[in-house]
C-alpha cells in the first residue's frame, strides 16, 4: 500500500522535534518564540551573547557595525495549495521564514504603488509588473549578514508579484504606507540579537531607489518595527552597482563605506545557489510543509557556515594583516608627499562628505574624480584661430592652424590607406585593386593642394623638391598576426601618395623651420598634436571597449557556425580600427618627439606598446574574478589635463577598480584602504 503521505508526516515530525532538541527545547515547558529554532552567524555582533563591552567600551563604535545583504530568489516558487483548509503548521515564525499571520495582514492591507525608478532599469523594480497568476508564491526574498553569509532568523518572506513597496488602501488611516516584502524583511533582521547595536549596513541590488523613502514607510507602517537610534547605512554590491549610474559608484560601493571592510555585498547569491538544491521539489508541497524544508535547508547552511568559520575567518586575517602592510606603505609614501594644507583640506572634505551622505547621497559626490577631458584636434584648431584673429595674424600665418589640421589629416589617410594595403596583400581582386587606386588618386590630389600651400606658410626658403625618406609608420596591431601579412606589397612602390612624406614642420626639423623663418609654426604643429593623440585615444578605448562587449554579448553566445562566422566578422572589423586609431598615435607621438616636446607631454603621452591592445572580458566585466587589485594601461586614464594652472590634478589618482578610469582621492583612498586592511 503507498505510504507516501505518512512518511512525508512523520519526516516532518522528524526534522521538528531534531530542530527542537537543537535548540534546547526538547524538556522544556516554554514554547520557542520567533526565530527561537535557527541558527545564526556566530561572529556578527550580538550583545549578551558574543559581545561583552568593558567600561571604556561603547556599541557605537564602528566594529560593533551589522551588515546586512537583501536579495529576492524568484526560483523558490511554490503553486497554490490544493486543500488549505487541511494544513498543518508545526513550526510557523519560528524558523527563518516570517510568521504567516502578521505577514498576511500586510498583504490584505497593501496595495502595490508603482514608482518610477530614477537609475538604470533593474527588474527588481519592474518585477512588481509581472503577475504570475498560477502561483501562491513567485519567490522569496530576506537578509543575510553580508560579511560572513548567515541567514538571519525570521527575516525571509515570500513574494506575491516581486520585491515590493506597498500603500495601504485602508481609507482614513493613520498609516498610508504598509511594506509587503523587504521592508518587512529588513524590519525583522534588525530586531535579532541588536539591542543597543546603533549601526548597521544594509546591500541590496536597487538600494539607491529602496533607500529613498524607508524611513517613512517605517514611521507610517503599524507593522513595521525598527529602533530608532538605529542608523541604516544603504550600500548596493559590487557587482551590480556597475549595471547603475555611474554617480552610484561612490555614493553606494562598499569602498566608500567606512568601517566596512572588504565586503562585497553580493554574497547572497551564492546562498541562493545551494537553496534552489531543493526549491523545485518544494514548489508543490503544502505551504507549511515548504516553509519547514526551506528553513531546514537555511539552517543547515548556516551551521555549515558555523562549522568552517574558524579556518576562514584565520585565512582572512592572514590576508589582512598583510593587506594592511603594504596599504600602509602606500599610505605612507602618498602622505610624505601630500602638502599638510591639502591633507587638511582633504580630511574636511571627507567628514563632510561621510556625515551627509544619509540625508544627501550626492555628498558623495567628492569622492568622484574631477577631470578636464582632453582637448580634441578641432578644439585646438578653433583656439589657434580664434587667438590669430584676436592678434591681427600676418597673411602667411593666417588660418595656419587649418593648414597644419589639414596635413595631420592627410596623415591619418595615408595611414589608413597603408593598413589597407598591406591587408589586402598580393592576391587581391580587381574590384579592392580599383578601390585602392581610387584612393590614391584622391590622396594625391590632397598632398598635392597642400603642399602648393606650404609656399605661403613656409616661405621662400622651402623647397619643395626635396626627396625626404618615404613615410615610415609602425603598424599596430592587438592580435599575434603573421607578420608576412604586413609587408609591403608588389601594390605599393617607392612614389605611392601612403608613403608621401608632407612638408610639416615635424617633418622639416627644427632647425630647417628655423632657417625658413618658421619656427612660430613649431608650437602651433604641437598643439594640434596633442588633440590629434587624445582622438586617436579616445576612438582606442571606445573601440577596445566594444572589442570586449562583443566577445562577451555576440561570440559567446553564438550556437551555430553561421552566428559565430558572423560574430567574428564584427569583430575583425573592430579590430582593423583599433589597429588604425594605434598606428595613428605611434606615429603622432613620433612626430612630437621631432618638436622637441616638454617634460609634461614626454609624461602624459607614452609609448604604446602592443601587449598593451590585448583586451579581455575584464573591460565588459569590470567585476570578474581577480580583477578586484588589477590596473588598466596607461592610456585609459589620459583623459586627465595636466597642464591646469590650478594643479589640481594633484588631487586625484589612479585606482582603477577593476576596469573603471580612477574615481577616488588617491590620499583618502589610501587612508581607506589601510583601515580596512
Known amino acids: ?80 495549495p490544493i486543500k488549505p483548509f487541511d494544513e498543518v503548521w508545526l513550526s510557523d515564525g519560528l524558523g527563518f521564514m516570517v510568521g504567516k499571520d502578521r505577514y498576511k495582514m500586510h498583504l490584505a492591507e497593501a496595495a502595490d504603488t508603482v514608482e518610477k525608478s530614477s537609475c538604470n532599469n533593474h527588474r527588481a523594480v519592474n518585477q512588481a509588473n509581472a503577475a504570475r497568476h498560477k502561483l501562491e508564491s513567485t519567490g522569496i526574498g530576506g537578509v543575510a549578514c553580508a560579511r560572513h553569509g548567515c541567514f538571519v532568523p525570521h527575516s525571509m518572506v515570500d513574494f506575491q508579484k516581486g520585491e515590493r513597496q506597498a500603500t495601504s488602501t485602508i481609507p482614513h488611516s493613520r498609516v498610508n504606507h504598509g511594506q509587503m516584502n523587504m521592508d518587512y524583511a529588513l524590519c525583522e533582521a534588525s530586531r535579532h540579537n541588536m539591542e543597543g547595536i546603533t549601526r548597521a549596513v544594509t546591500f541590496y541590488d536597487i538600494n539607491c531607489q529602496y533607500n529613498k523613502h524607508f524611513w517613512v514607510r517605517v514611521d507610517r507602517s503599524r507593522f513595521l518595527e525598527m529602533a530608532p537610534q538605529l542608523t541604516i547605512i544603504p550600500g548596493i554590491g559590487l557587482w551590480h552597482v556597475h549595471g547603475h549610474q555611474d554617480s552610484c559608484y561612490v555614493r553606494y560601493a562598499s569602498n566608500f563605506i567606512e568601517g566596512i571592510g572588504r565586503i562585497d555585498g553580493e554574497i547572497m547569491e551564492t546562498l541562493w545557489a545551494r537553496l534552489n538544491l531543493i526549491s523545485p521539489a518544494a514548489r508543490g508541497m503544502s505551504s507549511p510543509h515548504r516553509k519547514e524544508c526551506l528553513d531546514y535547508q537555511m539552517n543547515d547552511s548556516n551551521f555549515c557556515k558555523m562549522i568552517h568559520m574558524k579556518r576562514t575567518l584565520c585565512r582572512k586575517y592572514k590576508l589582512a594583516r598583510n593587506g594592511i602592510l603594504e596599504s600602509g606603505k602606500a599610505f605612507d609614501r602618498l602622505d610624505e608627499a601630500a602638502p599638510l594644507h591639502l591633507k587638511t583640506e582633504w580630511l574636511a572634505r571627507e567628514r563632510i562628505a561621510q556625515s551627509s551622505r544619509l540625508n544627501d547621497p550626492s555628498a558623495m559626490d567628492e569622492y568622484e574624480i574631477n577631470i578636464k577631458k582632453a582637448p580634441s584636434k578641432k578644439e585646438i584648431e578653433l583656439r589657434l584661430l580664434e587667438e590669430g584673429n584676436a592678434r591681427n595674424a600676418a597673411p602667411s600665418r593666417r588660418s595656419v592652424a587649418t593648414w597644419i589640421s589639414t596635413g595631420l589629416a592627410i596623415e591619418e589617410a595615408q595611414i589608413a590607406l597603408l593598413i589597407e594595403v598591406r591587408r589586402i596583400g598580393r592576391r587581391s581582386t580587381e574590384t579592392q585593386r580599383l578601390d585602392i587606386a581610387r584612393q590614391r588618386d584622391r590622396l594625391q590630389g590632397q598632398i598635392d593642394g597642400f603642399a602648393r600651400s606650404a609656399l605661403t606658410h613656409l616661405g621662400e626658403g622651402f623647397d619643395a623638391d626635396d626627396e625626404p625618406e618615404d613615410l615610415d609608420v609602425d603598424i599596430l596591431d592587438d592580435l599575434d598576426d603573421d607578420l608576412a601579412d604586413f609587408t609591403e606589397t608588389s601594390h605599393t612602390w617607392t612614389n605611392s601618395p601612403e608613403l608621401t612624406v608632407i612638408p610639416l614642420p615635424s617633418n622639416l626639423g627644427v632647425d630647417r623651420c628655423r632657417r625658413c623663418m618658421a619656427e612660430d609654426l613649431i608650437p602651433l604643429e604641437m598643439s594640434l598634436r596633442e588633440g590629434q593623440a587624445n582622438d586617436a585615444l579616445h576612438n582606442l578605448r571606445i573601440y577596445l571597449c566594444n572589442k570586449a562587449i562583443l566577445f562577451r554579448t555576440t561570440v559567446r553566445q553564438a550556437n551555430s557556425q553561421a552566428l559565430k562566422t558572423r560574430a567574428w566578422s564584427q569583430v575583425m572589423s573592430v579590430h582593423q ?36 591592445l590585448k583586451i579581455s572580458t575584464a573591460v565588459g566585466d569590470p567585476n570578474a574574478r581577480g580583477q578586484r587589485n588589477e590596473s588598466l594601461a596607461w592610456f585609459w586614464s589620459v583623459e586627465v589635463d595636466l597642464g591646469g594652472p590650478d594643479q589640481s590634478w594633484n588631487e586625484e589618482c589612479e585606482f582603477p577598480l577593476a576596469c573603471h578610469i580612477p574615481r577616488l582621492p588617491d590620499w583618502t583612498h589610501a587612508k581607506f584602504t589601510e583601515s580596512i586592511g
Open 1 to 80: 500500500k503507498d505510504r507516501y503521505r505518512e512518511l512525508m508526516r512523520v519526516a516532518r515530525q522528524w526534522r521538528q522535534l531534531k530542530t527542537m532538541k537543537w535548540h534546547g527545547f526538547g524538556h522544556r515547558s516554554d514554547n520557542p518564540s520567533t526565530g527561537e529554532l535557527a541558527l545564526f552567524c556566530p561572529a556578527c555582533p550580538q550583545p549578551g551573547i558574543n559581545v561583552l563591552l568593558s567600561e571604556d567600551e561603547s556599541l557605537d563604535d564602528w566594529k560593533y557595525t551589522r551588515s546586512f545583504v537583501m536579495d529576492g530568489n524568484f526560483k523558490a516558487e511554490h503553486l497554490h
Open 577 to 612: 580600427a583599433v589597429s588604425l586609431h594605434a598606428s595613428i598615435y605611434t606615429k603622432t607621438r613620433k612626430q612630437m618627439m621631432k618638436l622637441e616636446p616638454g617634460q609634461d607631454q614626454l609624461q602624459k603621452y607614452k609609448p604604446l606598446l602592443r601587449e598593451q
